[in-house]
């Protein structure tokens, strides 16, 4: 079976950084996404890529960066992290046609 | 805008007691609708979708989901629910071809043994 790694699981920093979150799937999957999760708020598309080099902005786009360099890896990056922001980073794969497989996540804590 | 609710944040029920989670989603043409599990400190993990065809979809762990065009709804139901069942679940539609869903915010289910 397949897995789907998100690293780190926990990444504290500070206000002002650019922080870097990893995504590895070895399903072969096409399409890669970012979700943010905030109690109370569901989650939220941050980007989404349909292949390798491909770029789609979702709702919440704003404030981050992607790349897809290769087919197995998505990276975000949170261009300058706000204070007090604590928020679940999901990274999801997908072929089309078939259901999202999730990674644990990140937790950021920004202080 | 296209949107999926889910009305109820936290539902509470006993051991061996049915179940049913609340989705709407706004109406859209063609529609993807799942349903996912989040356990704490998880990732989601799909539990069943519908897209066409019998309006009774089947999941794993005895999960079932009913669509309803004139409801908008895709409402979740457990008929004897065990404490394992705890966690929050989503609900999540698409309008564009099974990817880029829009997920609801999400309803905390609590299991008392």
């Known amino acids: 079976g397949g897995i789907i790694t998100q690293t780190p699981k926990f990444l504290i920093g500070q206000e002002g950084q650019k922080l870097t979150l990893k995504c590895q799937q070895n399903?072969?999957?096409?399409?890669m996404y970012w979700y943010r999760q905030d109690s109370g708020k569901g989650l939220r598309l941050i980007y989404y890529?349909?292949?390798?080099?491909?770029?789609q902005k979702g709702d919440l786009s704003e404030g981050y960066d992607a790349s897809r360099e290769k087919k197995s890896s998505f990276s975000l990056t949170v261009t300058s992290a706000q204070k007090n922001e604590m928020a679940v980073f999901l990274c999801?794969?997908?072929?089309?046609?078939?259901?999202?497989?999730f990674g644990s996540g990140t937790r950021l804590l920004v202080i | 805008t296209q949107t999926v609710s889910q009305s109820d944040a936290h539902v509470t029920v006993f051991e061996g007691d049915s179940v049913e989670l609340r989705c709407n989603y706004s109406?859209?043409?063609?529609?993807?609708l799942s349903w996912y599990i989040q356990h704490h400190g998880r990732g989601l993990q799909f539990l069943l979708k519908?897209?066409?065809?019998?309006?009774v979809v089947q999941g794993v762990n005895g999960f079932e989901a009913e669509f309803s065009k004139s409801d908008s709804s895709f409402h979740l139901r457990k008929a004897s629910v065990h404490w394992s069942d705890s966690a929050v679940y989503f609900c999540?539609?698409?309008?564009?071809?099974?990817?880029?869903?829009?997920f609801g915010k999400g309803t905390s289910l609590t299991v008392i043994p």
């Open positions: 999801a794969s997908s072929i089309r046609g078939s259901d999202y497989t």
């Open positions: 399903f072969n999957h096409d399409t």
């Open positions: 890529s349909i292949t390798e080099n491909d770029l």
């Open positions: 109406y859209g043409g063609s529609i993807y």
């Open positions: 519908y897209y066409s065809g019998n309006p």
């Open positions: 999540a539609v698409s309008y564009t071809g099974y990817q880029n869903f829009y």
